[in-house]
């Protein structure tokens, strides 16, 4: 770039001698082109919250951005955080131009907090750039927060499973429990109905009516405690989703007697009073 000056002297009105002078403005055009440049990746880098910096070939950096320098204030300066990255990462030697290096390193800050970057690193061509600004273009972006929640929720999802675990686990050994007490349960509780049934039919043909009725009543609390045990598999049931409903006619009297039967020892004993109108 060259800038020319002139001045015409006239005589009687006709140009007679010219006076020019020429000044070089290369240094001062390129200047400006990469102060341009410059502005326009600082724009750039504040509208997107991304920092950018420029890698001199021979080491260092020739440009940096107000947001990567925002984001690295807590070392000295750019080439100190760049070894400390260099410490934990493995920054390729060799820079291919048709290559977009990419790398996250994990890292302490002086202070000791914890710093993750994503870090993005191109070759920048000097037709491109200018000879200011050639070399490789470096594309910074903080990720520590999002790196934080991804272990968090990675953590969480590990505890909610073995969680789950731990629920299929106990509810296996209840379905275990239940199986084995229905059956401890049921065995003498067949026998203690059988006999007292026994009873009672010797009891009636002795005509024993008391005898008779108190049998009736073990018998009947038997029975009782033989549907209890039988809901508590029914409960089993129902949870996996096998329950089956069988309706059906009953006769609502002696189903209420043999409800009467096997409260009345309670009854009597805290001196209660029942009174049922059917």
Known sequence: WVLVR?????????????????????DRRSGLATEEKSRLLERATRAGGTGMAVLKAEGGFSWISGTLADLITAWPDANTWWRAISGVTSVPDGWRGDVVHS????????DGARRVFEVRVMLL???????????RLMVVREVTEQVLAEEELKALSKAHLKARDAALKANRAKDTFVANMSHELRTPLNAIIGYSEMLAEDAAAASDRLAEQDLNRISSA???????????????????????LLPGRFVLGPLVDEVVASVQPQLDKNENLLEIVL
């Open 6 to 26: 002139g001045l015409a002297a006239r005589v009687d009105g006709r140009a007679t001698l010219m006076a020019g002078w020429l000044t070089d403005l290369t």
């Open 103 to 110: 790398f996250r390193p994990d890292l302490r800050d002086p």
């Open 125 to 135: 061509a000097r037709r491109v750039a200018g000879p200011a600004l050639a070399g």
């Open 222 to 244: 038997g029975r009782h405690l033989l549907s209890l045990v039988n809901g508590i598999l029914d409960l089993s049931r129902i949870e996996a989703g096998k329950m089956e």
